[in-house]
């Protein structure tokens, strides 16, 4: 299964991302998450020593592959570069595993004097593709709350598209945007998540605001949260009744995904 997991910043994406990945792996799924939002923090929801998720290469910063394979000129502003370049043996070289998840940080691409950044962007977009449709794992995507990475090649690659939503306009707001923008591009499963819930009143109103879009399951405030964050520690293994309520969410998804 290929699923990407998206919402507005601080809604608790990653947290749900991290937990669902060790959900699969404990069922003896092959999986690879892929941490594609710029604020990179996915090695620790997923548990990873804090001195392997330190060796982590995001993949934008691998300047000299990147201008090998687009056969771009580093600082060169206008120049012509391969928009497909070969990205196959990227993953295997750097992607790290910790407790049957495999992880690969993309990273940001920075603007600056530096010249054009389109190779960058190019590279980034290739591996995603191959991603997408190549690879054989369970592949859990944490994007940001844009889908700059996706294209209409490979919308018909993705199982699912997750938005995780908060009892809050806000949330609500971006759920609407990104289903926008899925839409156009050709994702036809988009489904919500409802996080940090207290009330079964916050849960009508998740339902209620998410309109059409069907919603997978609700995810209690859990102050044992808090407390894994703080010891650096993955939820999956601190907060019990958090990840019992995404295994529900992953039975409930499994069972739309194969109608």
Known sequence: MKIAITGKGGVGKTTFAGVLSKVLAAEGYKVLAVDADPDANLAMALGFPEEKASSITPLSEIKDIIAQRTEARPGVIGQMFKLNPKVDDIPEKYCIEHD??????????KAGGSGCICPEHAFLRALMQHLLLDSQEALILDMEAGIEHMGRATADCVDAFIVVVEPGQRSIQTLKTIKKLAEDIGVKKIF????????????????????????????????????????????????????????????????????
């Open 100 to 109: 049957g998840v495999k992880l690969l940080v993309m990273g940001t691409v």
């Open 192 to 259: 919500a998540v409802g996080n940090k819930v207290r009330t079964r009143e916050e849960e009508e109103f998740i339902q209620n605001a998410c309109g059409d879009v069907p919603v997978l399951g609700f995810l209690s405030y859990d102050p044992d949260l808090i407390e894994a964050d703080r010891c650096g520690e993955t939820p999956f293994n601190k907060c019990i009744l958090y990840t019992r309520q995404v295994e529900a969410i992953k039975n409930h998804l499994l069972r739309l995904i194969d109608n």
